[in-house]
């Protein structure tokens, strides 16, 4: 599987933006997709996740301002972030993984939070 994420931008604080990780070569249901995202001088973080299952979750820091859904007529998993504050600016990462091994990272996207 190829992960292509998009979406990221500059955006105000207190705004929103949605995040794509669109695949090919694979079908994504199949997989559990993350979101992960690195600010400058920080470790990479898991921000969301989206079992095979349809099973979510979140990084606390997140919960309550942001959502991972799926769209799998279009082989996409979306991030939905709302009410973005400064310290959500980084690059955001897609993860697909399957049994356990991971199958492929996207390329990343920037998201910044800036006034």
């Known amino acids: 599987v190829q992960l292509q994420a998009s979406g990221g931008g500059l955006v105000q604080p207190g705004g929103s933006l949605r995040l794509s990780c669109a695949a090919s070569?694979?079908?994504?249901?199949?997989?559990?997709v993350s979101w992960y995202r690195q600010a400058p001088g920080k470790q990479r973080e898991l921000v969301a996740i989206?079992?095979?299952?349809?099973?979510?979750n979140y990084a606390d820091s997140v919960k309550g301002r942001f959502t991972i859904s799926r769209g799998d007529a279009e082989n996409t998993v979306y991030l939905q972030m709302n009410s973005l504050k400064p310290e959500d600016m980084a690059v955001y990462y897609c993860?697909?993984?399957?049994?356990?091994?991971?199958?492929?990272w996207g390329q990343g996207t920037l998201v910044t939070v800036s006034s």
């Open positions: 993860c697909a993984e399957r049994s356990g091994t991971i199958a492929s």
């Open positions: 070569g694979s079908i994504l249901s199949m997989y559990t």
């Open positions: 989206v079992t095979s299952g349809g099973t979510t």
